[in-house]
């Protein structure tokens, strides 16, 4: 079965740093979805970025990008000069032929002024 | 940008009573919707996926007799929880794909508090 982990419950960054959020997962498919997702107190899901298994090339949509490890199976985000918007939870998601999503339990980014 | 709504945005209600949730996708037709549950500070769990016109397909442990799922047409599902109970209160999550089916696009949810 498939697996999404997410090691780090909670990160701290300082305005206008870098931060790397964490994930890896557990397949057996070689096809396949990554996606980050960003859930504001809102609660409302907003797509970050995304990434296709079959793409060698990680990633990037301005200050986000990915670090996409296919066989290490290790899919990280870097945000850049971070803002105080961007404090949210942080949720990694899987997705195979099914279309179902397989999520991580999250991780919760604050960001200090 | 693909819109996917969820109405009511939160509701409370007693104990034993039945509750209706809707999703909609507004500009676009919504092959398979999806409905989530997420408890506080947890992250999002699958409980079915919903095809148009078809029975839905529940994930394991949850009750389809309990919470009912009615997609009738390609912009509609529906949630309904029935006979709800204080362990019922939770976030639910709809989310629904389009035909090219690479991505979902996510509700704003509804927040069910049961008494």
């Known amino acids: 079965a498939q697996t999404v982990t997410q090691s780090q419950p909670e990160m701290s960054v300082q305005e206008a740093e870098t931060v790397t959020l964490s994930c890896t997962y557990d397949?057996?498919?070689?096809?396949?979805?990554l996606f980050w997702y960003k859930q504001p107190p809102s609660r409302q899901m907003i797509l970050v970025i995304r990434q296709e298994a079959y793409k060698q090339q990680n990633a990037t949509e301005n200050r986000f990008s990915v670090n996409f490890q296919k066989a290490a199976k290790s899919f990280s985000l870097k945000i850049s000069d971070s803002q105080l918007g961007d404090a949210a939870m942080y949720f990694c998601?899987?997705?195979?032929?099914?279309?179902?999503?397989?999520f991580g339990t999250g991780t919760r980014l604050k960001v200090l002024a | 940008g693909a819109v996917v709504s969820q109405h009511p945005s939160w509701v409370i209600c007693k104990s034993g009573t039945s509750v209706k949730i809707e999703c909609r996708s507004l500009d676009f037709q919504a092959t398979t919707m999806f409905w989530y549950r997420q408890f506080p500070k947890q992250s999002l769990m699958l409980m079915a996926t919903?095809?148009?016109?078809?029975?839905?397909?529940?994930e394991q442990g949850v009750e389809k007799d309990k919470f009912l799922i009615n997609h009738a047409s390609l912009t509609l599902s529906t949630l309904t929880v029935t006979s709800a109970h204080p362990e019922d209160s939770s976030f639910y999550i709809c989310s629904a794909r389009d035909s090219s089916g690479v991505e979902q696009f996510f509700g704003p949810g509804t927040r069910l508090t049961v008494l």
């Open positions: 397949t057996s498919e070689s096809d396949y979805y």
């Open positions: 998601a899987y997705r195979a032929g099914t279309y179902k999503y397989i």
């Open positions: 919903s095809n148009e016109g078809s029975k839905a397909t529940y």
